[in-house]
């Protein structure tokens, strides 16, 4: 199976950045596109970036610009860097992985992002 663990949420004021970072383990060779989704209280979990294991990428429209989505196949491991954060960023923040792009079959428990003075 897979595992997924992400880190590197926290609190930072609005206008700051950080990165998130999500290690895959397990029979990791099922899995072709990881991504970030997020979810805040009362709102649907939107998409907020993907990218695939040939460096196919997408972003939401609301990140575009300010975040960016990387990865290390050899470590098995996507990172978000996320910049000009705003308050509106603020959820949980869910590392996902699966066969294809908008297919995620596996996630992980998710990482608290808030963005507040």
Known sequence: QVQLVESGGGLVQPGGSLRLSCAASGSI????????YRQAPGKQRESVAAVTRGGSTRYADTVKGRFTISRDNAKNTVYLQMNSLKPEDTAVYYCAAGPFLGTMNYWG???QVTVSS
Do not use: D, K, R, V
């Open 29 to 36: 060779f099922s899995i072709n596109a990881m991504g970030w």
């Open 109 to 111: 428990q998710g990482t």
